[in-house]
């Protein structure tokens, strides 16, 4: 039997990349994500490149029955399963689309944390695995100005580690990665593209983050923080006064180019 990883959010952005990387080490995949044609564009890719085998499933992986479908449709319990898909939102909670926060909510914790809940126990009986989390440096501290996102990435990193203890011995491992501002849609999916954090270009490559990520993950490292200067912030955060930090955060999320 061949190898098989499951990535969601496989249409664009860091999620495309690891498939590239899957492919090319003869991954069978399955890839899901909304936009259909995009998924079958790069089915055509990734099997024609590397002669592996692609399913794809395009679903809104905020909804239930989708992410029900989507384990229907693997074809074998996996050996890779990758939690990637998952959006931010720009802007004071106060004034923010409700609909829009409950689907980042239900995308980047529910949809995660239901997916690896599907796809665990055939990973446990099969005796080896690996889960690969996409959390963000966000996951360590609040963030002001983006405070849903930055807890629903709290969530996915405090969920990971503690399934990765659970799961000693079991064969399978759980990789948080966290990247800082990756140039991909996702400024633009948050309507951030005006935040000097986010601005054009600023972030890390997509392929770099997906390298880091492919190697963490083998590795069975349990969190992973892409860039040495935000190894080094984040050391910060860990000792500086929380009231400091979250204000800090404010400002430098506060900081926009003029349009
Ligand atoms: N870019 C950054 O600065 C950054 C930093 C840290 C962490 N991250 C995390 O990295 C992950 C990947 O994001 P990215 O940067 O690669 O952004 P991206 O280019 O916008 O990719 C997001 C992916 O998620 C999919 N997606 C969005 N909503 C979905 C839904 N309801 N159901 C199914 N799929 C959905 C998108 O496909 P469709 O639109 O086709 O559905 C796309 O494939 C996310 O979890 C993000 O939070 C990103």
């Not at 055939?122 to 963000?136: H, P, Q, T």
């Not at 002001?144 to 969530?155: E, F």
């Not at 954090?197 to 390298?211: I, M, P, Y």
């Not at 000792?239 to 999320?253: A, C, E, F, S, T």
Request: contains cysteine; positive net charge; aromatic residues 8%.
């Amino acid at each position: 039997m061949g190898k098989l990883a499951v990535v969601t959010g496989a249409s664009g952005g860091i999620g495309l990349e690891l498939c590239r990387i899957l492919a090319a080490e003869g991954y069978d995949l399955v890839i899901s994500a909304r936009s259909k044609d995009k998924l079958e564009e790069i089915g055509s890719e990734l099997s024609s490149n590397h002669q592996v085998t692609v399913t794809m499933v395009a679903v809104d992986l905020a909804d239930a029955k989708s992410r029900e479908e989507l384990f229907e449709l693997t074809p074998d319990v996996p050996d890779v399963l990758v939690n990637n898909a998952g959006f931010g939102d720009y802007g004071m909670f106060s004034e923010c689309d409700w609909e829009k926060q409950e689907q980042m909510i239900k995308l980047n914790d529910l949809a995660l944390t239901h997916i690896t809940r599907l796809y665990l126990p055939g990973m446990i009986a099969k005796g080896n695995g690996r889960i690969l989390n996409i959390a963000s440096v966000a996951s360590f501290q609040p963030g002001p100005l983006m405070s849903v996102y930055y807890a629903s990435k709290a969530y996915v990193l405090s969920f990971s580690e503690a399934l990765s203890v659970e799961l000693k011995g079991s064969g399978i491992t759980v990789t948080a990665v966290c990247p800082g501002p990756v140039n991909t849609g996702f400024a633009a999916a948050a309507n951030a593209e005006s935040v000097n954090l986010f601005k054009k270009n600023s972030g890390a490559d997509a392929k770099d983050v997906a390298e880091f990520a492919y190697r963490k993950m083998m590795k069975g490292k349990a969190v992973a923080i892409h860039g040495v200067k935000y190894k080094i912030a984040l050391f910060f955060v860990k000792i500086l006064p929380r009231g400091l930090v979250r204000n800090l955060i404010y400002r430098i999320q506060r900081s926009r180019t003029k349009q």
